[in-house]
C-alpha cells in the first residue's frame, strides 16, 4: 500500500531524497513528495462530481503482497506502477479504488475539489495488509488502527464503497462465525 511503503521503516533511517520521476496522471494529480516519513501524498487537481470517473487504472503488474501493493482478488495483489500509489489512506475518502473495473472514482457521496487530498480507504481492497498503522487521518469516523478488511466489524464498514472481494470474504467470515 502507497505511503506505507514508500516510507517503510527500511527507508525512513536514510536521508534520500524521493525519487522524481515524470508525473503519471499530469493535470489530475501531484504528488506532494516529502522527505519526513509519511507524509508525501497526493493532491486533486480537478474538480469532478460526486461517483465520477478520475482515472482508469493502466500499466499495473501482478504482485505479491506488500506495502505498496493494492489487492485486486482474493488471491491477487497488484503494483500500481504509478503516481496512484500515492495516494494514501482516510477514513474518510476522496476517492473509491475499483479494483474490479480497474478504475478510480470520485466517492458517491462527495465531489472532489481541486486541492483536495487525493485518499481511499484501504479495507476497500485490502483484506489482511502486510503492515497494519494507526491512523490520524483525523476524521470524525476514524477508525484509529488499519489493518484491512478482515478484522473489522460490519459497523465499522459500514457505509464504505468496498470491492467484491472484500464483500465476499467478509460474507465468509460472518457465515463461519454465525
Ligand atoms: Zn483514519
Known amino acids: ?22 508525473p503519471t496522471h499530469p493535470n489530475k494529480l501531484h504528488v506532494h513528495r516529502s522527505p519526513k516519513p509519511f507524509a508525501s501524498g497526493a493532491i486533486s487537481q480537478i ?23 493494492v489487492q485486486t482478488g482474493r488471491d491477487s495483489h497488484i503494483e500500481l506502477n504509478s503516481d496512484l500509489v500515492y495516494c494514501n489512506h482516510s477514513c474518510a475518502p476522496t476517492l473509491d479504488f475499483d479494483m ?33 498503522f494507526e491512523c490520524k487521518c483525523g476524521a470524525e469516523s476514524c477508525k484509529e488502527y ?3 478488511a478482515k478484522d473489522m466489524s ?10 467484491e472481494h472484500i464483500r465476499e470474504l467478509l460474507d465468509e467470515r460472518d457465515a463461519k462465525s454465525a
Open 146 to 148: 488499519i489493518k484491512g
Open 1 to 22: 500500500m502507497p505511503p506505507i511503503a514508500l516510507e517503510s521503516p527500511l527507508t525512513t533511517t536514510t536521508t534520500t531524497t524521493p525519487k522524481e520521476t515524470p
Open 47 to 69: 474538480a469532478l462530481p460526486a461517483g465520477s470517473l478520475f482515472t482508469p487504472i493502466t500499466g499495473t503488474t501482478s504482485s505479491h503482497k506488500a506495502y505498496t501493493s
Open 100 to 132: 474490479g473495473k480497474m478504475e478510480v472514482r470520485v466517492v458517491a457521496d462527495r465531489d472532489l475539489k481541486v486541492g483536495d487530498a487525493l485518499t481511499f480507504f484501504y479495507p476497500s481492497s485490502e483484506w489482511d495488509m502486510d503492515q497494519a
Open 154 to 163: 460490519r459497523d465499522q464498514l459500514k457505509g464504505y464503497w468496498l470491492n
